[in-house]
Nanobody, 114 residues
Framework: QVQLVESGGGLVQAGGSLTLSCAAS????????MHWLRQAPGKERELFAS????????TYIDSVKGRFVISRDNDKNVLYLQMNTLKPEDTAVYYC???????WGRGTQVTVSS
C-alpha cells in the first residue's frame, strides 16, 4: 500500500537549519509531483513547496522562498526539504503529500525557538 513517512523534525533555534525527508513506497514515485505542507497550531494546513516528477521544477510560497529547498531522489524514492534560516513562525507539523490523492504521512514536528 502507499506509504509516506516523514522524518528529520526536531527543536532548533531561530536561524538554524533542518533537513526533512519523506520516504515514499507503494507507488511509482518518479511519476508524480510531490508537495510539502505544514500545519501550525490553530491554523489550517498550508501548501508551501512543490516539485514536479523529474525534480527540475519547483515552486514556493513567498514566506519560505530563498530559505527552503525542495528536492527529490527518484532512485531512492525520497522527497527532501532543506530548511535554512528558520524562524519561530516556521513551527508546525510538516507533511509530504502526493497531489490529488488521499495519501498523507503522519508528519514530523518542527519547533523553532526564539
Amino acid at each position: 500500500q502507499v506509504q509516506l513517512v516523514e522524518s528529520g523534525g526536531g527543536l532548533v533555534q531561530a536561524g538554524g537549519s533542518l533537513t526533512l525527508s519523506c520516504a515514499a513506497s507503494g507507488f511509482a514515485f518518479r511519476e508524480y509531483a510531490m508537495h510539502w505542507l505544514r500545519q501550525a497550531p490553530g491554523k489550517e494546513r498550508e501548501l508551501f513547496a512543490s516539485i514536479n516528477n523529474k525534480g527540475d521544477r519547483t515552486t514556493y510560497i513567498d514566506s519560505v522562498k530563498g530559505r527552503f529547498v525542495i528536492s527529490r531522489d527518484n532512485d531512492k524514492n525520497v522527497l527532501y526539504l532543506q530548511m535554512n534560516t528558520l524562524k519561530p513562525e516556521d513551527t508546525a507539523v510538516y507533511y509530504c503529500h502526493r497531489p490529488n490523492s488521499n495519501y498523507w504521512g503522519r508528519g514530523t514536528q518542527v519547533t523553532v525557538s526564539s
